[in-house]
């Protein structure tokens, strides 16, 4: 028994079993028209090709090759704005673009391998968190002493002999250095 679908009595009722099968049939033949509209482009390209002369020929050859230098050039750049990108991304930075083969980044036809281009960003060393060596090696000052430094003004208000004992207690280090 086939299923029926009827929604409303006063309608004819349908059998989803045949509009299932005409679905599938129409599938198929529109697979067949596709097959062959491929077949028949593949021909006439093939005709039009042995039909061109000598001049037409390098005509189709030299916009070929001006198609290739143009993808080429623009592919690269491409390449090296998705180098860029996917190395901001990964948070690391890249060697100088003049080293390395962009066009290794590039397919055939002139399209960008974003998986290639992924796989050498993340072969890439990520940035060190913290310093390697230790960074307190007598270059200088390092960070604040802990002494409360005095400024010129305060200066003026003191004694002589305050004067000479801040300085040795290092409260006028700032004012000496002249950041104060």
């Known amino acids: 028994m086939t299923e029926t679908l009827n929604e409303r009595p006063d ?17 198929s033949l529109s697979r067949k028209n596709e ?3 491929k077949q028949a482009s593949t021909e006439l390209h093939g005709l039009r090709q042995t039909s061109l002369s000598d001049h037409e020929k390098a005509l189709e ?3 070929a090759e001006a198609r290739k230098a143009v993808v080429g ?3 690269t750049r491409v ?12 948070g690391v930075e890249l060697p100088g673009l003049e080293y390395l083969n962009v066009n290794s980044f590039i397919t055939d036809d002139g399209a960008v391998n974003a998986d290639a ?13 913290k310093p390697e060596f230790a960074q307190n090696l007598g270059l ?37 250095r ?3």
């Open 35 to 37: 097959d062959r509209f």
């Open 178 to 180: 002249g950041e104060v």
């Open 61 to 63: 050859a030299a916009r």
């Open 73 to 75: 050039e623009f592919g």
């Open 79 to 90: 390449a090296e704005a998705e180098l860029r990108a996917h190395a901001a991304k990964a």
């Open 140 to 176: 200088g000052r390092q960070g604040d002493t802990g002494v409360p430094q005095l400024t010129r003004e305060d200066m003026t208000r003191m004694t002589p002999r305050q004067i000479i004992a801040a300085k040795k207690e290092g409260k006028f280090d700032a004012v000496q």
């Open 117 to 129: 281009i992924g796989q050498f960003v993340s072969s890439l060393p990520k940035p060190v968190e």
């Open 11 to 27: 309608e004819p009722a349908f059998d989803v079993a045949a509009l299932q099968a005409e679905v599938e049939k129409w599938k």
